[in-house]
Structures are given as structure tokens and as C-alpha cells.
């Protein structure tokens, strides 16, 4: 096993799936979905390694998706957070296992400098990224989006659609959510704010 198999194999995600104890408690399952967000962050930049060769990036994700195969098998309730975020899991290495075959076919691509495409909006000078922070969490959190084949769509895609239709970023998607959800009060100050505006609106 290389060592990109090794630290996959003991991200504290694999670890928490091994757990026959898991309960599906509101605190068990954050847990596990903060571990599986970054969990998938790190095998979405597998193809742009430099560090290892394309073969050893393929040997890992083989190797971690094997491990996934077998936990899926264990976690058999279709309808469970664990099953749903294994399921996406493999969805996310099969994607980065052909972006690798595309780059040994095609030697360049990964020299193609890809940008991201522009909004014609932006965020108004009223509001903050904290703000949309806080839709962007609750959305999240509750499953709002999925991706094409119904898997669960992870924390950073939501962000980074956000970023893109708000012409905005994010230095650190995880620590700006840390910050919201730690809040020590007016933890919805935001959709507080959106929640009287649709009030109002419904008596005009």
C-alpha cells in the first residue's frame, strides 16, 4: 500500500465507518459528515498531485475504494447518512480515477488552465459572506442538493456554486461554517432577516 493509501485508509472518515457503535445521532452524524468532507476534499486534488506518479495515484484510489466497498457492505441501510455519504464517496473517486486516465491520455490537460466562469452578480455591499455563509450551512445540513445520480451533494460543491453565482470566495469554507454554527448569539441573524422579509411580504 503507497503512502496516499495509507493516510486515506486511516482518515479519521474510514475510522468512523469501521465503528460498529455509530449511532445515528444528531452528533454522531456531524461528526461524521465534517470527516467526510475532508475526506473527499483530499481525494478531489489526487490528480493534481505532483508528489506521485499517475500509477500510484490510481493504486490509491483503487485501494480506498475497495475499503469502501467492503464498509457499504456493512452498512447495508440504504436509507442511512453512512451509506449515502459511502455511496458518494465511491462517485467521487470513480471521477477522479478517469480524470486521471484523461491526463494519461492526454499528457497537457493538466497544464490547461481552467477558470471558473463569472456571474453578472454579486453580493450587495448590505450584506457579508457570513451572511450566505449561513444559507449555504442550513442547506447543507438539511440536503437541499444532490448530485446527478441522487448521492448527496458534499459542503464544498454547494460552496463553490455559491462562490461562482455570487462572484465571491471563500478562504476557508470549513473555519467561516466553524464560525456560524459557534456563534453566541444571533446564530440566524441572516435567515432571521429573510424569514421577516417573507413575513411581510405574504400581508402586502
Not at 23 to 43: E, G, H, M, V
Not at 147 to 154: C, G, K
Amino acid at each position: 500500500m503507497n503512502n496516499i493509501a495509507k493516510r486515506f485508509s486511516r482518515s479519521e472518515f474510514i475510522k468512523l465507518l469501521h465503528t460498529k457503535n455509530l449511532n445515528p445521532n444528531n452528533s454522531d452524524n456531524k461528526r461524521l459528515s465534517l470527516a467526510y468532507t475532508r475526506f473527499i476534499n483530499r481525494i478531489q486534488t489526487v490528480s493534481k498531485l505532483d508528489s506521485c506518479s499517475r500509477l500510484e495515484a490510481l493504486q490509491a484510489l483503487a485501494r480506498t475504494r475497495e475499503i469502501l466497498f467492503r464498509l457499504q457492505a456493512q452498512h447495508k441501510d440504504s436509507e442511512s447518512l453512512s451509506y449515502q455519504l459511502i455511496r458518494s464517496s465511491l462517485s467521487l473517486i470513480n471521477f477522479e480515477k478517469q480524470m486521471i486516465c484523461l491526463q494519461l491520455k492526454y499528457p497537457g490537460i493538466r497544464n490547461v488552465h481552467t477558470s471558473r466562469p463569472h456571474s453578472p452578480l454579486k453580493i450587495s455591499k448590505r450584506f457579508t459572506n457570513s451572511d450566505l455563509m449561513e444559507v449555504i450551512a442550513a442547506l447543507s445540513a438539511v440536503g437541499f442538493f444532490c448530485q446527478q445520480d441522487d448521492s448527496p451533494a458534499t459542503f464544498m460543491q454547494i460552496t463553490r456554486e455559491f462562490e461562482t453565482l455570487c462572484n465571491t470566495s471563500f478562504k476557508n469554507p470549513d473555519n467561516c461554517r466553524w464560525a456560524i454554527l459557534n456563534r453566541k448569539n444571533r446564530l440566524t441573524h441572516f435567515l432571521d432577516t429573510l424569514r421577516g422579509t417573507l413575513a411581510e411580504l405574504s400581508q402586502k
